[in-house]
């Protein structure tokens, strides 16, 4: 199958076919506001082991699950007034709640990986949220990509890290967010950690919630989590004013560079340009990629957060 009969049309027609691939327990990616998602049903242990099994996951990582409204999402979770308040206000939107796991939820094992919680997010993307509603089922659905690989923002990111096992692709464009969600846990004793950060900043929550506790031990509570991730296959050095001799360089602001995340030094054109820009370095014939200093405030946490895993050795 070629590359363009991989591709669904955004329109009632595509988003059909995809809700009868998924319905049968197949895999397609589709668009959120943040990046690509490798969606299956949530409901099924082997749809979701497919997951695993494209990604190349490991199994101890728990999945974000997608939902139509808050409606699905409180059969699957217990949800308690901070909860409500924070989907309320933010969904359908770039917030993933993990919260307890609702007994006897509709959920494969798998999606939690062994966890008593559930990671929930309600995306804001049309063609995500016509698809969830289509399908009337959630969807688990880490990032469109080989694991610890670079997060898919185009469909031909998808495409090109899945090679020809890439599943098809239901076209949305660019996604607009460009990072993946932000992660809060909301714990019984009332007490919540930032588990990601993302494009909904710490501060905001904080004043809805308080301030946020440290994270507890070494647990794997969430996606994005592994020391290593969103890795573009070559060396990457931080914090530079200039690239060193043959680098690739992701600029930032008044730093130039083959890319420039946001002359303005907008964090979040920034945030929306950076997997376009570690795809574009990594397919270059330069060994390693230099990245401009990007200030850590506001969206520029969430930013920094992925570089230092792309940089981890």
Same mark, same amino acid.
């Given at each position: 199958m070629s590359d363009k009969q991989r591709l669904l049309p955004s329109d009632a027609t595509g988003i059909a076919a995809a809700a009868a691939i998924l319905r049968e327990g197949g895999l397609v990616a589709i668009p959120t506001e943040t990046v690509y998602g490798l969606a299956a049903r949530a409901d099924r242990a082997e749809a979701v082991a497919n997951i695993y099994r494209t990604k190349g996951r490991p199994d101890f990582n728990p999945l974000i699950v997608h939902v139509a409204s808050l409606e699905m999402a409180r059969q699957l979770a217990v949800f308690d007034p901070r909860a409500e308040q924070l989907a309320v206000r933010y969904w359908p939107g770039p917030l993933t709640l993990v919260l307890p796991l609702r007994e006897g939820a509709p959920i494969a094992a798998a999606v939690t990986a062994g966890l008593p919680t559930i990671a929930l997010r309600q995306p804001g993307h049309p063609v995500a949220a016509a698809l969830l509603a289509e399908l009337n089922l959630p969807?688990?659905? %880490?990032?469109?990509?080989?694991?610890?690989?670079?997060? %898919?923002?185009? %469909?031909?990111?998808?495409?090109?890290?899945?090679?020809?096992?890439?599943? %098809?692709?239901l076209d949305g464009g660019a996604c607009e967010a460009g990072l993946e969600s932000t992660i809060v846990a909301l714990r019984p004793d009332g007490s919540w950690a930032l588990l990601r950060p993302g494009p909904i900043a710490q501060e905001e929550l904080t004043e809805h919630l308080g301030p946020p506790e440290k994270l507890r031990g070494t647990t794997i509570e969430a996606p994005g989590q592994l020391e290593k991730h969103y890795s573009p296959g070559k060396p990457v050095r931080l914090h530079r004013a200039q690239p060193e001799d043959g680098d690739f360089m992701i600029g930032f602001g008044e730093v130039g560079g083959d890319v420039n995340l946001s002359p303005t030094g907008d964090l979040a054109e920034a945030a929306s340009q950076l997997y376009a820009a570690l795809h574009a370095a990594a397919q270059s014939d330069c060994p390693a990629i230099s990245v401009a200093p990007v200030p850590q405030e506001g969206m520029g946490r969430a930013i920094n957060d992925r570089l230092r895993r792309a940089a981890a050795s």
């Open positions: 969807l688990a659905a %880490p990032s469109a990509n080989r694991s610890y690989g670079v997060s %898919p923002t185009r %469909p031909e990111h998808v495409l090109a890290s899945f090679g020809e096992a890439a599943p %098809p692709v």
